[in-house]
């Protein structure tokens, strides 16, 4: 495989990515309204609970998981299925269908360069902010590289599970409804909205197999060093999961994705 | 390799649910399992040579789009053989698209934001282009159209001609050994459609490229074509020179007559049934004609007249 043509799609996404400009700053103030919710909805939940800490952490913990967790989520969010729904409506996959590479890897680079744009205008950004406002909470170190590399293994399993559901929309031809119901299964279980450390022990102990987990929930784990992934031995469950997780949903993916389309008819003719 | 397609009795049917109307037939269209089968393209066997220009010709849902599916390797026929460039396009889409380039009419490849040439270099590092040839081929578009001032626009700022002429020449980019374009002048002004047809006969005869054109607009074929191809209803109905189109359904010519009130009166003849000098002869009977005219028919009136009957 060319190196070459994989560097100049996400090269171009940069570029697209960077024409809207505006469209960051929307989803920045967003964001600040979002967490302002999400601040008082939790202080009161502290607040009633009459301790400092619930479920092994804190109120500032929840609040540092949760803020990291929504910039963590702009970042990785991807339209996959919104777009391929309307490039399919519009016949315009057929020109993608018609580059010279697999299908998936071109969907794939071609947004890798917008993920690199969110990151660096709204994560780092986000993740400044907490380093400021909290006296340096979080641990600069190794737990840096780790999350670099989980939150690869994030994208991928994301994108994985964005694919699956893209190609269940070729057969219904619907998309609204199949993609509110995969955003808010992830957002519930991949720990971007509660903490998965809220779950009750029995569902934790599912949550915790599921790939959800691994595309919030493990990236920041590792980064606030929490649940023993200073240690090698935490750390290596983690990462085994999100590996594993990875294989499992790439090769589920492109196989049901190579069987459907064949069976494609595009609109028009 | 002299062909450069080549299809032998391709067939394509559709499955579709036969719908029933109002909102009860609706509901029952959810549990329906009535399946009827569409034939889009019957028993068609084609073979084009390397280098020719050829109109692919049919009135609306003929199974045009359909058979370029085909060919793209989009859609795999129910039944018969297809090789494009000695490659099985179904079987090996990826592998297949590297040799052709698409147009179609209305749908962009490029990327909407950014100035052609960021399209071009981006299309250039996914074909693997080489440079040198990849400069070679933006030498050659500029010696054939003037493409400074779009260049360096943002594809979503272009008018829809140059947007056009943008898109035939990145399908043209990575040199492929065809090209289809489908519809490429709809919606566009007189000369633009001049200026993409120069474009493509400069292309063709440069390159040798294969071009495949499906069109509505005469003005096309007659500016591009040798050779024409005519689908209706699925099935291949002609297949020869643009020369030989006139004289294959009929020998068709237009008589017009001037006569005692001073309208020109149009009548268009196949001369193979019916005779010319004959009915002069029954108009004079009946009125004065002043003056005559005889003049060849034009293709549009030809494929006018094979479209009507052959949907008749």
Redesign the interface.
């Known amino acids: 495989m ?1 190196g ?2 994989l ?3 996400t ?2 996404g940069i ?2 990515s960077l ?2 400009r505006l469209g960051t700053f929307v989803t920045l103030f967003a964001n600040l309204i979002y967490l302002v919710l999400v601040y008082f909805l939790w202080k009161a939940i502290y607040d009633s609970s009459g301790t400092d800490v619930v479920n092994g952490m804190t109120f500032t913990d929840t609040m540092i998981y949760l803020i990291l967790a929504t910039a963590l989520f702009n970042f990785l969010e991807m339209f996959v299925v919104w777009d391929m729904s309307r490039s399919i409506q ?3 996959i ?2 993608d ?6 299908f998936r890897k071109y969907t794939f680079w071609s947004y890798s360069g917008s993920h690199v744009v969110q990151f660096v205008m709204t994560f780092i950004p986000t993740f400044i902010v907490v380093m400021i406002v909290t006296h340096g909470a979080i641990h600069m170190g190794l737990n840096l590289v780790f999350f670099l590399v989980s939150t690869v293994l994030a994208l991928i399993v994301n994108f994985s599970m964005e694919m699956i559901v893209a190609t269940i929309c070729l057969y219904t031809e619907s998309t609204w409804g199949i993609n509110i119901v995969k955003e808010t299964i992830v957002l519930l279980l991949s720990g971007a909205s509660i903490p998965l450390a809220f779950f009750p022990e029995a569902a934790r102990k599912i949550v915790d197999l599921l790939p959800f987990r691994a595309v919030y929930d493990i990236p920041l784990t590792i980064l606030l060093q929490k649940n023993g992934s200073t240690e090698l031995s935490g750390l290596l469950p983690m990462f085994g999961l999100q590996l594993a997780w990875c294989l499992i949903l790439y090769v589920a993916g492109t196989l049901f994705w190579n069987f459907s389309v ?1 069976k ?3 609109n ?2 | 390799m002299e062909n450069a397609i080549v299809m032998k009795n391709v067939c394509k049917d ?1 499955k579709v649910l036969n719908r029933h109307e109002g909102l009860k037939g609706s509901i029952r269209d959810l549990f329906s399992r009535d399946y009827k089968t569409i034939s ?1 393209v019957k028993d068609v066997s084609l073979e084009i040579k390397r280098g020719e220009i050829i109109g692919y010709l049919g009135p609306n ?1 003929a ?4 058979t370029i ?1 085909m060919m ?5 026929p129910s039944s018969g053989e297809i090789m494009v460039n000695g490659v099985v396009p ?1 079987k090996e ?3 297949n ?2 040799n ?1 380039g ?1 147009v ?1 009419g209305q ?3 490029l ?4 100035p052609l040439i ?1 399209s071009f ?2 299309l250039r ?4 282009v080489p440079q040198k040839e990849y400069e070679d081929m933006i030498e050659l578009y500029r010696s054939l159209v003037d493409i400074e001032p779009i260049l360096h626009k ?1 594809v979503r700022q272009m008018s829809l001609g140059q947007r056009t002429l943008s898109d035939i020449l990145a399908a043209f980019l990575h040199n492929p050994a065809i090209v289809f374009l489908d519809e490429p002048t709809i919606g566009l002004d007189v000369s633009m459609k001049d200026k993409i047809r120069s474009l493509i006969s400069g292309l063709n005869s440069e390159k040798n490229t294969t071009v495949i054109l499906t069109t509505h607009d005469m003005g096309d074929v007659d500016a591009l074509c040798k050779r024409i191809v005519i689908i209706d209803k699925g099935s291949k109905i002609y297949d020869n020179d643009i020369e030989h189109l006139k004289s294959y359904f009929g020998n068709y010519r237009t008589l017009k007559m001037r006569l005692s009130d001073d309208n020109w009166v149009e009548e268009v003849i196949d001369e193979s049934k019916q005779d010319i000098m004959k009915i002069i002869m029954e108009r004079q009977k009946e009125q004065k004609i002043k003056d005559l005219k005889l003049e060849e028919i034009s293709t549009e009136e030809v494929i006018k007249k094979i479209y009507e009957g052959a949907s008749v």
């Open positions: 060319n070459k043509r560097i100049a799609l090269r171009a570029m697209e024409q809207f519009s016949g315009k057929i020109l269908l018609l580059k010279p590479m697999s064949r494609i008819t595009v028009g003719g | 559709f889009a849902g199974g045009k789009s359909t599916k793209t390797g989009v859609l795999e179904y889409r990826t592998k698209s590297e052709i698409v179609f749908r962009s490849q990327w909407w934001s950014l960021e270099r981006l590092d996914i074909y693997m943002p």
